[in-house]
C-alpha cells in the first residue's frame, strides 16, 4: 500500500480552484521534490497531504482518508514544516524542539528522558545542538527553519512535508539539509518537500513532481522529468540540461520572452 496517494485530488481556496484533479502515489521510503512555479499549488498539495484542507477526490494515508485520521493519530504519522514559521513567544530552541513530542505525550505531560533524547538527536541533526538555550526570536531565518525541521525530526512522523526548506539556508546548510533529507529516506521515512532549485531537488529527490496551473504535469526520475522542453514550457526558461553520474546540471540561458 502506498503511503500517500492520491486520485483526482481537487482543491479550491475562496472561489480559486487551486489543484485540480491531481493523481499520485508515493511508496514508503520514498523522496519527492515538488516542483513548479510560484503559484503553482506546491504549498497547497502539502497542507492538504497534512490534512489542513478540505479537498474533493481520493488523498489516503496508509490507505485511510487524510482527514479521516483522528488529529492526534496523524500528527504521530506526518509532520508539515511550513514556509517561514512564525513564532511570536520567547520558546528557546530546546523548548520549539520539544512541542514536537506533543503529540506522543499525554494532556500537558512533561518531557520524559527518552523524549529529551529525540529532542538532542533532532537538534544535533540540524546542527543547533550549540544552539538549545537561546530563544528563537533571536536566532536567524535559516537558523529558525533548521530548528521547525529539527521540531519535525522530534515529532518522528514518518512522513515529512517540507515547504521550501532551503529557503533561508546558505549554501552549506542547504547542501547539508538536504543530505539530510537524503538519509532519512534511507533510513525510512517518507519525505516530500517543495523546492524551488531544481539542481538542489534533482539531487535529493528519487523523484520530481512539476506542478503547473494546479496540474500536476510530470512524474518521474529527475533526469526524465528536467528536459529543455518542459524547463520551457512549465518555467519559462531556456535553458540546457547536462545529466550524469553525479546529477543533473542546468544552464539557463534567460526566461523567455526577457529579451535576455
Ligand atoms: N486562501 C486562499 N484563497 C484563494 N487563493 C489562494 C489562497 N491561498 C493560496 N491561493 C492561491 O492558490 C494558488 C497556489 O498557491 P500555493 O501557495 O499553493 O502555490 P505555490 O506553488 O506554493 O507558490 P510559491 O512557489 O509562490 O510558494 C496561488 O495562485 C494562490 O494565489
Known sequence: MPHLAAHDLSVSLGDRSV???VSFAVAEGERVGLVGP???GKTTLLRAAAGLLPYSGTLALRGRGVRAWPARERAREVALVRQQADLAVDFTVAEVVGLGRAPHLGWLAALGGDDQRRVAKALAAVDLAAFADRPVPELSGGEQQRVFLAQALAQDARLLLLDEPTAHLDVRHQLDLLARVRALGAAGRTVVAAV??????????DRLWVLAGGRLVADGPPADVLRPA???DVFGVEAEVDTDAAGVR???????????
Open 19 to 21: 489543484l485540480r484533479d
Open 38 to 40: 510560484n503559484g503553482a
Open 230 to 232: 518542459l524547463l520551457r
Open 250 to 260: 542546468i544552464r539557463y540561458f534567460g526566461a523567455l520572452g526577457s529579451g535576455t
Open 196 to 205: 524551488h532549485d531544481l539542481e538542489l531537488a534533482a539531487r535529493f529527490a
